[in-house]
């Protein structure tokens, strides 16, 4: 029995074992070849965040969903390199519009570059990808679009806020879904579609991708709060510090408006304020950590998870299987 990936996935089975790691080996292959260009300085900065690592969640779950077929079939790597290229422009972008210091432990390109540099390179990986994705056929292209625009757009909402009258809840995972589900349900889907499995078990694969990459982002809005820097690779409270309603913090808004009691509305009012000073920070962050919403929030995250277990049930018994299944448990408790 084998660890697989970033997330300690216990592996029992030696061949899947052996295709997984294989498979990433050869993503990061294809990684380091498609963000080569003839300008140096680009590829530097294209390859800044890939070398800084990564969990490679996607591509890890694209080569377990491709067990569900041919688990060689030609299309699975690079389908692969496409998903986790375009995770990593949006990460380029992302950092950008959180004016982020920190990335996987290292200078965010950003801060190393500054905006421009960062946003053209963050284009440069779409680029690339799409490139790719011209050798995979059109609906692969069609796919990929698809899932592009659900992202796009979830960004736009979660800028844009909820419209009035909408629960701001409901709004958020309306965000996420687009924001993370969107692409890891790629992620599943390109697996099991480029191994040639049954469109049943596409199906399955991508409605799991769906809730799982759900689950994944509660659990990162979780570790945004409770962890520290050593543990996450970026800046604890970052996104409160840049003002955005993260799950725990709706969760606290929530129990501050039905409840009333006098510390919540306290914490929501100080949540609300501007957090870009140090010492208001750090005691939001703190007064976060200490909250019952916390706990709602990882309630929360542990049941987009186990909604994502559920849609595995129709899936033949097998040592690919079980491994999904134990993704679903190594979102929800990982520290980084």
Known sequence: MTDVGPFGLSVR??????????????????????????????????????RAGGKRFRPLLVMLAAQ???PYAPGIVPSAV?????????????????????RRSVESANARWGNSVAVLTGDFLFARASHILADLGPEAVRIQAEAFERLVTGQILETAGPRDGRDPIEHYLDVISGKSG??????????AMMSGADETVVDVLT??????????????????????SH???????????????????????????????PEDVELSALLASDLTDDIRHAEALAGLRAHPALDLARKDTVRYAEEARATLAPLPECAAKDALMQLCDAVVHRTG
């Not at 030696?14 to 294989?22: G, I, R």
């Not at 496409?82 to 920190?102: F, G, K, N, P, S």
């Not at 969107?182 to 697996?191: D, E, K, T, Y």
């Not at 800046?235 to 929530?254: A, C, K, S």
């Open 13 to 50: 089975d030696q061949a899947l074992e052996a295709d997984a790691q294989a498979g990433l080996a050869a993503v990061e292959e294809g990684l380091l070849e498609a963000t080569k260009s003839d300008v140096p300085f680009i590829t530097e900065a294209a390859q800044h965040l890939v």
């Open 68 to 70: 569900f077929g041919d």
């Open 82 to 102: 496409v998903v986790e290229l375009t995770h990593l422009a949006t990460l380029y972008h992302d950092d950008v519009m959180d004016e982020a210091d920190v």
């Open 182 to 191: 969107s692409l890891i349900a790629v992620a599943g889907r390109f697996g």
């Open 207 to 228: 409605q799991y991708g769906e809730r799982l990459g759900v689950a994944f982002q509660l659990a990162d809005d979780v570790l945004d709060i409770a962890s520290d």
């Open 231 to 261: 543990e996450s690779g970026k800046t604890p409270g970052t996104d409160l510090r840049e003002g955005i309603p993260t799950l725990p913090v709706l969760r606290l808004r929530e129990l501050a408006e039905r409840l009333g009691l």
